[in-house]
């Protein structure tokens, strides 16, 4: 079965630091699709990228960037510089082909940051 | 173009009632997809709705079960509610146009409360 690991239950940074989500996969799939969403307090996940398995070049999207070696399963993410507003619970998900070959998301278990002022 | 939109926003029931959700997607979207998220099992796949009919299930039991209507809309219903079901419900919605038909845009989720 596919697994989605995020080993980093809890992550506390300071304004402006850097840091990095990491996610490890597991997939029988030959062709899949990872993503990352962001679940604010509020509760809604918020798509915040999507890979899929042939594509391997790393993704920046203003202070967000996205780091997937196929070769070790993972798919990181790093926030640069940053911000109070950041602080959410980040989850990774890994688009997984079921028994009916439909695909359906199968989520990390999240990883909870907060940005200290 | 407004977002996926649930409702109620809060709920809560007493053990062995039933309870029914619902969930509007994005203008366009014809697939809805839904899942349960709880402290102890994190973010798990309930279902999935296409053109009215069910073509994906997760591992829930039968209690667990869906419709949706031909304007994309879907429900989902729980009988015979148990306290374990306390979880936010969270409803996907996907435009099923090729590659892109993995995209899920999430609603804000229904917080259901079982007693």
């Known amino acids: 079965a596919q697994k989605v690991t995020q080993a980093q239950t809890e992550i506390s940074v300071v304004e402006k630091e850097d840091v990095t989500l990491d996610c490890v996969y597991e997939?029988?799939?030959?062709?899949?699709?990872l993503f990352w969403y962001k679940q604010p307090p509020s509760g809604e996940l918020v798509f915040l990228i999507r890979r899929n398995s042939f594509d391997e070049q790393n993704e920046i999207s203003g202070r967000y960037s996205w780091n997937f070696q196929k070769s070790t399963s993972s798919f990181n993410f790093t926030i640069t510089a940053s911000q109070v507003v950041d602080s959410a619970v980040y989850f990774c998900?890994?688009?997984?082909?079921?028994?009916?070959?439909?695909?359906?998301?199968?989520f990390g278990s999240g990883t909870r940051l907060q940005v200290q002022p | 173009k407004a977002g996926v939109t649930q409702t109620p926003r809060y709920l809560i029931k007493t053990r062995g009632q039933q309870v029914t959700l619902s969930c509007s997607p994005i203008s366009g979207h014809r697939s809805v997809s839904w899942y349960q998220q709880t402290p102890g099992q994190g973010l798990q796949f309930l279902f999935e709705y296409f053109s009215e009919t069910q073509r994906n299930k997760g591992n829930f039991p039968g209690r667990f079960s869906g419709r949706q209507f031909s304007n994309s809309r879907s429900e989902m219903n729980v009988s015979t509610l148990e306290l374990g079901d306390s979880a936010l419900y969270l409803c996907a919605s996907s435009l099923e146009q090729g590659a892109r038909s993995d995209e899920q845009f999430f609603g804000p989720g229904t917080r259901l409360t079982v007693l």
């Open positions: 997939t029988r799939d030959t062709t899949y699709y």
């Open positions: 998900a890994l688009s997984e082909t079921m028994d009916t070959g439909r695909r359906a998301l199968t």
